[in-house]
């Protein structure tokens, strides 16, 4: 399931024959997305339409539209908890949102957060990681007692972030020229290890928890255009110890 800006729409992508096979027309700019597999359903941030689309995967069909009185950043389904999380950017909160009946359980401000956008969960550990464009902030969010827990600093232009759930270990893709990695140390404790300098307008990544190797692509290299993906061997050896 892809979503597609250009057009408005969320593609659906046989990945036998590797075609779009269905686009379905959706609310302005399609953006971050997110599998509720006990539920068949993908829900899909509209970020400009102010909206979340629910698409059930055993129809290829949206079956509802959740609306909010904010932007939407990227959406997040908790396994244990058997909820999406969604951000809502413009009043710096986070919505719950029930999967078995595609209604909002609550809204929570994300204290010391400005625009929230990009979100990854531990759920094993009940935490949200929140990126926090309007003041820089890596903000690490209790789903379990709904209070901010820890504040870091970013680089500019935050966008998609990633947790390697054996290493504990978080990953920030942003387009500035940096991938951010942060360590838990437990659940209540958080540390930045670096600001990993990477081409300017890397912001999405992707971690395998097994081998533990982060893959990025790139769209330039040195301001001209590229359209290739790197991939980073992580340094387990001491990086998680205080």
Request: glycine share 4%; hydrophobic share 35%; charged share 25%.
């Amino acid at each position: 399931y892809t979503s597609d800006w250009g057009e408005e729409k969320i593609g659906i992508v046989d990945l036998h024959s590797m075609t779009v096979v269905k686009r379905l027309a959706t609310a302005a700019k399609p953006n971050g997305s997110t599998y509720a597999a006990p539920f068949h359903k993908v829900y899909v941030s509209n970020t400009l339409g102010k909206a979340v689309a629910v698409v059930d995967v055993d129809k290829d069909e949206i079956v509802k539209t959740i609306e909010f009185p904010s932007e939407t950043g990227m959406p997040q389904y908790d396994s244990s908890a058997r909820k999406v999380y969604v951000n809502l950017r413009n009043t710096n909160e986070i919505a719950e949102i029930n999967p078995a009946t595609d209604t909002l359980f609550e809204k929570y401000p994300v204290d010391g957060c400005q625009f929230n956008h990009g979100m990854a969960v531990d759920s094993e550990h009940h935490r949200a990681f929140i990126l926090c464009s309007g003041n820089r902030t890596f903000t690490v969010f209790a789903l379990d007692t709904h209070k901010s827990i820890a504040h870091l600093s970013l680089p500019a232009g935050a966008d998609v972030v990633k947790f390697d759930t054996s290493l504990g270990r978080i990953y920030v893709a942003c387009s500035s020229g940096f991938i951010s990695v942060f360590q838990a140390q437990d659940a209540e404790h958080y540390r930045k290890l670096e600001d990993f300098p990477v081409e300017k307008m890397v912001h999405s990544l992707a971690v395998d928890s097994t081998s533990h190797r982060v893959y990025a692509p790139e769209q330039q290299e040195k301001g001209q255009p590229v359209a290739r993906m790197i991939v980073y061997e992580a340094i387990t050896s001491d990086r998680s110890k205080p």
